[in-house]
């Protein structure tokens, strides 16, 4: 059982690596082209910003669950662990939308927080 749950865990890193490439390179880059975004706070590039990092968050989603997959692999699937894998898949969710929207998409305080509540009960 544990290799099946390897080869899921390397096929949800490598679907999450898919995406990021495959998604800038063939949706996101030719959408940025079109000239009828929506022009939130006064320009497109807020709104490029927010596809962009909403994009790519959903490929360090997936590389959480294969983290928790890799977890379930070893037979090491514990609260304390779970809440570290969660934890750490919400803070890099969160700076990812900080520092991607330099801080006007407020979603990175609510990611940060439940990395932050996470990571407390890991360690509590």
């Known amino acids: ?14 679907i999450g690596a898919a995406h990021s490439i495959l998604g800038e390179r063939y949706i996101l880059i030719r959408l940025f082209r079109r000239d009828n ?6 320009g497109t590039a ?6 962009r990092f909403t994009w790519h968050i959903t490929t360090i989603a997936f590389w ?4 928790i997959l890799f977890l ?15 934890a750490a898949t919400f803070l890099l969710i ?4 900080l520092i991607a929207s330099r801080g006007r998409h407020l979603s990175w305080i609510v990611f940060l927080f439940i990395g ?5 009960a890991a360690v509590g």
């Open 72 to 86: 379930m692999a070893q037979d090491a699937v514990s609260f304390q662990n779970l809440a570290w894998a969660v």
């Open 94 to 97: 969160g700076a990812t939308a």
């Open 37 to 42: 975004l929506p022009k939130l706070f006064g």
């Open 1 to 14: 059982m544990a290799k099946l749950l390897y080869l899921a865990a390397i096929a949800a890193l490598l």
């Open 46 to 51: 807020f709104t490029k910003a927010t596809l």
């Open 64 to 67: 959480g669950f294969a983290a």
């Open 116 to 120: 932050a509540v996470c990571w407390y």
